[in-house]
């Protein structure tokens, strides 16, 4: 079993910055890919982007490319997302998830961290 605590979420202006984390404990993610998704009020959750645990590659959704950046600690078992260029249309709950590369970006992963609020006023 893996365990995911996301941390992070806030109230923050357009244009303003802010990062996530999501602590992974329990079973090891060695083997493991973890992605952030999100979802705002009244809407489906939405992949956000994703990384390799091992390489370190990413991929992200398209609203968020040259804005957000994915980024792991090993030693720490933690995962980030640095959120730059805030815009109101980022308002959500962001979810972190772990598990196979194609579960994780495919939002069936079998880990998921009950979720951060992020608020981004105008």
């Known amino acids: 079993q893996v365990q995911l605590v996301e941390s992070g979420g806030g109230l923050v202006q357009a244009g303003g910055s802010l990062r996530l984390s999501c602590a992974a404990s329990?079973?090891?993610?060695?083997?493991?890919?973890m992605g952030w998704f999100r979802q705002a009020p009244g809407k489906e959750r939405e992949f956000v982007g994703a990384i390799t645990w091992n390489a370190g590659i990413t991929t992200y959704a398209d609203p968020v490319k040259g804005r957000f950046t994915i980024s792991r600690d090993t030693a720490k078992s933690t995962l980030y997302l640095q959120m730059n260029s805030l815009k109101p249309e980022d308002t959500a709950v962001y979810y972190c998830?772990?598990?196979?590369?194609?579960?994780?970006?495919?939002?069936?992963?079998?880990?998921w961290g009950k979720g951060t609020l992020v608020t981004v006023s105008s």
């Open positions: 998830a772990a598990g196979r590369w194609s579960a994780v970006v495919a939002a069936r992963s079998d880990y």
């Open positions: 329990g079973r090891t993610v060695s083997f493991y890919a």
